[in-house]
């Protein structure tokens, strides 16, 4: 018995042993991951950092100085160019390793690698969309220019150098949770997060939708409901605007224009109510007599931040903003000579083709009255724990068909339409990071100019300011040449008149400087008035926000960075202003019970803001939400297929201006409403949820304890982000917070002979979050305050704000 006992005992420890090493399902091997020596524990850092520290890295051509500050941004002083994006690269993969690689893992389709089976689905979804092979384009045109080879190359050597150096114990955690070790950077993995900005910010679509549309309900309804200008307008480029250059003759649609449409199913589709602002106000208007510029983009808010503050110096350049963990340069930011911010165009550069094959080989397919060759990539997709997948996807000239079957759009991430070639900008060749490198090296408007030429996607209002007191702002991109509505629905991929018929040149993509307003904004609305003689896009963001900026600037004497920053946390709502007194007109509010006759005077008495605070801006975004679906969903919500459903603008519209019209009408019931009818009920649900989910009118109705609204950890891992907390602010204002999307580094800059730089990101600069440096900004970040930025003019100016130095040695 003692030796059964102790054989038992030997068995049991051994297998103990072995699971304590072995990882199961989505948990880490837990002896590895508890390990002290090894393990999280490792991941602990003290607010307090060593004042100095020296090391020796292989590859450099001589010295770098690198200055931590309080909120433990880098700045880089280099000797030379090489040397300045080596560092770039070594200090951001010491402080976002684990996010530029599962980022880069995401675009890349090959998450699969280390989280298994469960996102077979997402790697073949980005693999089919044709990201890698956008990428592989993208390094292409990188490295055909010599000075873009350099940096990539020098980049990608400093985040190796830093993976080089790291023993198990010293990886990020979120490595060891997964239980997987970094790779060697590639120079391919920069232009991958161009790629992932791309399906970002301009790889949503709708077309399918709107063909449904089309198909059910005709083009004149489809034109009256969906029309290519908006109700309310409030142009990026001031209307009337002068256009000085010939514009190339304006494609021509197919003779079959409507009646080729093609019926097809949903894919990702462009949201309403979500974007970025920016906006750059001259001289004669601020307090300084110089420019001050603004931006705040607007993206999904995580931790650790999409964006990385940095500092960079060299013979030439001295720049600070912000980076892409993972790619080189300052993308938004500012030099002692200029600032530069950016905002989404929404440009419509992503189009699906029917493609019709020869046959059930698919080998080849018709197009210019000819059988053309299909081309086949074969895609290998690796999978922790299982076999290897090996997806074939068809190339055509348009670009891939994403799903060629229906069995395989029934399993995929989007129900994209079978059969179905992808043409999108972020396919082509291109070299969008020469852009940042010659805007961080930019001196005046002629150097904004020439750097704009080289961006390709996705396409960005790209807003300036100078100590030359010169402003402007572009919508710029590659931008292709088409006909008026192609792109709207989906074409018929034989027809060589659906081909994008080449391109809009640079210098015509449209652009304003020195406006005699005083001032260049954009909110994502329309970039143009109807004069612009090119097709752009037949729909964009709602006109709230830009017009709330160009209110607010247009009276503003002696501005300052304050009034700027004040703007950029202003949660006045111009929907509201524009709307909710028509709305209001149709209550008879002697019909109500008490509770709704509460909620009405809330409304009354509502000052517009979507405060934390507000009680009124719960109600008055219930009830329009509820009335917005209840005019529309009995012919627009269909078990069968998707529609697009009409904007918030034509919806106001008819508010408006037809509050008799048809559409308020609910076809399943007998009586006949109207828009009246439409309110009434709308309101009177609305207040009744309230109620039901929040009691009665009072504190529990605040628009900051409704509104969820939290910074997440980039893996959504539990107890890794911010919690829930109360915020101001909604989709339509200009602190457009909503379901964790929101501004993700809000920037102001004095322009002058001293520039002065403000910004904030919500979180911190560290990626570890063990690290005191993980969120520690987000406190500042929520009550709208931006930190002053510390711009060294040298490595040896003194400043009380410097905590740590690094030395870099060759």
């Avoid at 403000?758 to 063990?770: A, E, K, L, M």
Wanted: charged share 20%; hydrophobic share 35%; proline share 6%.
């Amino acid at each position: 018995m003692k030796i059964f006992k102790a054989v038992l005992s030997v068995v049991v420890t051994l297998i103990l042993i072995w699971a304590l090493q072995t990882k199961f399902g989505d948990l880490p091997p837990i002896g590895k991951f508890l390990n002290p020596a090894t393990g999280f524990w490792q991941n602990a850092e003290s607010k307090d950092t060593d004042p100095s520290e020296e090391l020796k890295l292989d590859g450099l051509q001589a010295k770098v100085t690198i200055k931590y500050d309080d909120n433990m941004v880098p700045h880089i002083f280099a000797e030379n160019d090489h040397d300045l994006y080596y560092a770039q690269g070594y200090v951001t993969a010491r402080a976002r390793l684990w996010q530029m690689d599962i980022q880069t893992r995401s675009a890349s389709g090959r998450l699969s690698e280390v989280v298994g089976d469960k996102a077979l689905q997402v790697d073949r979804y980005h693999r089919r969309m044709g990201m890698v092979y956008g990428a592989e384009n993208t390094l292409r045109g990188i490295m055909k220019d010599s000075v873009m080879r350099g940096v990539i190359n020098a980049y990608t050597d400093g985040v190796n150098s830093y993976i080089h150096s790291l023993a198990p114990k010293d990886y990020p955690v979120e490595f060891k949770l997964l239980n997987y070790a970094p790779e060697d950077w590639k120079p391919i993995n920069c232009a991958f997060l161009l790629k992932l900005m791309s399906e970002t910010l301009a790889g949503g679509s709708n077309e399918l939708a709107m063909t449904n549309v089309l198909n059910r309900f005709g083009a004149k309804v489809t034109n009256d409901l969906f029309p290519d200008h908006y109700f309310h307008q409030e142009p990026i480029i001031p209307a009337g605007t002068p256009w000085n250059f010939k514009p190339l003759p304006v494609p021509q649609p197919p003779a079959d224009f409507k009646a080729q449409m093609m019926v097809g199913m949903k894919v990702k589709e462009k949201q309403e109510g979500i974007g970025s602002n920016n906006w750059a106000i001259s001289g004669s208007k601020t307090a300084s007599g110089y420019p001050i510029l603004a931006n705040d983009p607007h993206l999904d808010l995580t931790y650790p931040s999409i964006w990385y503050q940095v500092q960079m110096a060299a013979p030439g350049v001295n720049v600070y903003g912000v980076s892409l963990p993972g790619a080189p340069c300052v993308v938004i930011g500012y030099n002692q000579k200029i600032s530069w911010g950016v905002t989404n165009v929404d440009a419509d550069v992503l189009d699906w083709y029917q493609i019709k094959f020869k046959d059930s080989t698919k080998n080849e397919y018709w197009y210019n009255n000819q059988w053309n060759k299909v081309t086949r990539r074969v895609e290998e997709i690796k999978i922790r724990g299982a076999k290897t997948v090996y997806d074939t996807v068809l190339y055509t000239r348009y670009g891939p068909v994403v799903y060629d079957n229906a069995q395989m759009a029934k399993k995929g991430r989007s129900n994209i339409p079978v059969g179905n070639a992808l043409k999108w900008v972020a396919h082509q060749e291109s070299d969008e990071f020469k852009t940042f490198y010659l805007l961080n090296r930019g001196e005046n408007y002629n150097d904004y100019r020439q750097a704009l030429k080289y961006f390709t996607a996705p396409a960005q209002n790209f807003v300036f300011a100078s100590a030359d007191n010169d402003i402007a702002i572009t919508p710029n991109g590659k931008l292709p040449l088409k006909y008026k509505d192609q792109g709207k629905f989906i074409m018929d991929g034989s027809d060589t008149a659906n081909d994008w018929h080449g391109w809009i040149p640079y210098e015509q993509n449209p652009t304003v400087k020195n406006p005699p307003r005083g001032f260049v904004s954009s909110a994502n609305q329309s970039s143009t008035d109807g004069s612009y003689p090119y097709y752009i896009n037949w729909q964009f963001a709602p006109y709230e926000r830009a017009k709330r900026i160009n209110d607010r600037l247009a009276v503003m004497q002696k501005a300052t960075v304050d009034s700027m920053r004040v703007l950029q946390t202003d949660t006045y709502s111009i929907r509201a202003q524009d709307i909710l007194p028509a709305m209001l007109s149709y209550i008879d509010d002697s019909k109500l019970d008490e509770n709704q006759s509460t909620a009405f005077n809330m409304l009354k008495k509502w000052d517009k803001n979507f405060a934390a605070n507000s009680t009124g801006a719960t109600v008055f975004a219930y009830w329009w939400s509820r009335f917005y679906q209840m005019t529309w969903r009995d012919n627009f919500n269909s078990k069968d297929t998707v529609l697009a459903y009409p904007s918030t603008d034509r919806t106001e519209e008819l508010l408006l201006k037809d509050p008799n019209s048809v559409w308020f009408d609910n076809k399943r019931t007998p009586a006949k409403e109207t828009c009246a009818d439409v309110l009434s009920k709308s309101f009177n649900e609305t207040i009744n949820e309230l109620v039901r989910d929040h009691g009665g009118p009072g504190e529990a109705w605040q628009w900051g304890r409704v509104k969820k609204f939290e910074v997440s950890h980039l893996a959504h891992l539990d107890g890794f982000g911010s919690g829930n907390f109360a915020s101001g602010g909604t989709g339509s204002t200009v602190n457009a917070l909503t379901d964790g999307h929101g501004p993700s580094w809000r920037m102001v800059v004095q322009l002058g002979p001293n520039v002065k730089g403000y910004g904030i990101i919500p979180g911190g600069q560290s990626g570890n979050p063990g690290s005191f440096y993980y969120d520690n900004m987000l406190p500042i970040w929520q009550k709208g305050q931006l930190n002053e930025l510390l711009f060294l003019q040298s490595p040896g100016q003194s400043s009380t704000r410097i905590r740590t130095t690094l030395t870099l040695n060759k």
